[in-house]
């Protein structure tokens, strides 16, 4: 009397429906992992221009992008010594305004291939415009256009073509 049991065949069919259902599962979560980093970016960005207009509307001006001060910021300075000046930046400014946490000023998808730098604010993070951020002369010696006071909402020639805040910070 035969057993019954599966042939080898049809165990080769059952590993491959397998494989293939496995394959098609790890797209998926992959693509759903892009959308959640994606939707949680945009989530921050946004978070961050309510909390730059809120910002605005007390001071009359949005922040300094950048500013020398004797005084480190709260938790430090930001950044490297070796690539990046030491002052406030205007994530500083921001304390107060919304929930600005230290965790909304971070990228979901950041990416560096330099390890040390990986925990720091100023890499591939968000940045503002700074022609509206403006840093003072003696920060800024690139360009005329991003020296100067910073602007307030009104000065915006068309603000709602304007990028205020972006997914951006530079890497190296």
Not at 109 to 120: D, I, V
């Amino acid at each position: 009397m035969k057993r019954p049991c599966f042939t080898l065949v049809e165990l080769l069919v059952v590993i491959a429906i397998i494989t293939l259902l496995v394959a098609l599962s790890i797209g998926v979560l992959r693509n759903s992992k892009q959308r959640t980093k994606s939707l949680l970016c945009m989530s921050r960005i946004k978070q961050l221009a309510v909390g730059l207009t809120m910002y605005e509307e007390d001071n009359q001006t949005f922040p300094y992008g950048f500013r020398y001060e004797f005084a480190p910021p709260p938790g430090g300075y930001p950044g490297s010594p070796a690539y990046d000046k030491l002052g406030w930046w205007w994530f500083h400014s921001m304390q107060g305004y919304g929930d600005t946490n230290g965790a909304i000023f971070c990228c979901p998808s950041k990416s560096l291939s330099l390890s040390r730098l990986k925990r720091c604010i100023l890499y591939g993070n968000y940045g503002v415009n700074s022609s509206i951020c403006k840093s003072p002369s003696d920060a800024q010696s690139r360009s005329e256009e991003f020296a100067g006071s910073p602007l307030a909402g009104g000065d915006i020639p068309q603000p709602s073509r304007t990028l205020l805040i972006v997914d951006s910070g530079y890497s190296i």
